[in-house]
């Protein structure tokens, strides 16, 4: 990719785009309506032929998923007519049910591949231009899903698995200069494929130029796995005989082909690095390993701010690079500022990708089905919106979920920051709680564990209503040993950070109880991530859910049969 991307002109194409954004847009929304107006779904809201903005807004309502689900389903039963796209849809994505709800069918086609091969190609083209690569490779720790089917006999599977099954996106990705032979990635056995990853990358270690991992923790798992595993690694590469552990043929035939012989002088020299950084706890780990490593590219926004520091213990002096905004249903936002701190992460619509609205999220929005939305040129900076996407796959004002706030333009074309998804609330009674202010608080909370001996290892809330009256409970794995006191402390200030007017009213006149901290035992967010495998989420793509609905009883269970300490809040 490095030789192939015209990286000036990517960057070119781009700036032109978001200095006319409105009527990129508008162009959009017209090609969308003139291919797919006569579908079932936008027959009955009678559009008659119109394409503008106004008319769309005016005639077809804002959805979610739970609208669209009976189409989707006649599409994964086996339907081929035109349901909510000209073309017949023969491909679903299934999400993980990780950010707080079910797992979702999402139509997967060729118009959403090009897109996502867009995004990746701008993206590259402005981290490129900061953090130059030569002809080195990537350690990526890539993980494919479970391939399933329908009814109607459709593949379906998470996003990522369908990008990598497509060979556009192998001709096109940086899949090609990553240190793992395709046979590794595509190798449904996640606990070999990382195995073997990290092996890739220790054989190849002066060549890799940059780690990715989806999301943050991906990064993380794969560091703490290799702090247990790295003598074995060593062996091998030593012996040039592949551990017994990796068990699939396909991955023992490829991996030969790396380990073709015993390399005793590599192997000593990784050794001495390893012992060194076992015993400073592979703070640094990153660029000690991979000395000619320019960056760490994950996603560390929105519940993954959460991991932040624990990837800068591993990555050292190395940039951390955001990737970029994509979901199930569509692109969204691209990274055109990689140099920007973790902290500071914002994205760029980018306009001719999908038809973007934004819903407002104040008072004049307030209980209303139909909420008034915005154009994507007319957002105002500072604001909170939730987004609304319209795309090729059969999406028509879809509510995605997330919500952003405007934090300035590029050119013509908005940039935001992803705060939280809109459907993970706390809520009792009249309080209201996102995900933003879960994090915040656990944030806040956190300050007072001391060190990495006594650290916060993951974290997810749930409203306790069994009880009257409910409240928020507030579940941590820790490192270590905590006093009660410390315990005590912790839980008012989480309780106290709740800033919501509602919450803080309701609690003053005690119809909602006091905020509970309940201490799980170490390795139990892990068995929430093995529940998860087991469900048929890939390891790339699960996401700790920051709150856990009642409908969510596997992830309850396992919380519930760890917990080891309760405390509750005495602030009020």
Known sequence: MVAEANVEKLIDDF??????????????????????????????????????????????????????QPYIQKIADGDTSPVLTKKPITILSQTSGTSGGAPKYIPFNEQLLDSFVQLLQTSFAYRNREFPLGNGKGLQFNFVGKLCTTIGGLRLTNLQTNLFMNPKWSETSMKSNSCSPEEVVNAYDYQQTLYCHLLCGLIQHEEVEFVMGAFAHTVIMAFQTLSQVWQ??????????????ITVPSIREAMSKLLDKPDPEKADLIYKRCLNLSESNWIGAIPILFPNAKYVHTITTGAMTAYANKVRHYSGDLPIVCLDYGASEGVIGVNVNPRLTLESTIFTAVPNLGYFEFIPLDDSNEGDEQPNTVALTQVEVGKEYEIVLSSFTGLYRYKVGDVVRITGFYNSCPQFKF?????????VNVDKNTEQDVLLSVAAAQKLLPNENLGLVDFTSHVDKVLEPGHYVIFWELSGEASEELLGKCCNILDTSFLDLGYITSRKSKTIGPLELRIVKNGTFHKILEYALRKGTPVSQFKTPRYVPPASKGVLEILEGNVVKKCFSTAY
């Open 15 to 68: 700036e032109a785009m978001t200095k006319d954004a409105g009527r990129v847009q508008t162009e959009f929304l017209e090609k969308l309506l003139k291919e797919n107006g006569e579908v079932e779904y936008l027959q009955k809201f009678g559009l008659n032929g119109r394409t503008d903005p106004e008319s769309y807004k005016s005639c077809v309502p804002l959805v979610t998923h739970e609208d669209l």
């Open 232 to 245: 074995e690694l060593i062996r091998d590469i030593r012996t040039g005989q592949l551990s017994d552990r």
């Open 419 to 427: 705060l939280c998804r809109k459907t993970a609330l706390l809520t």
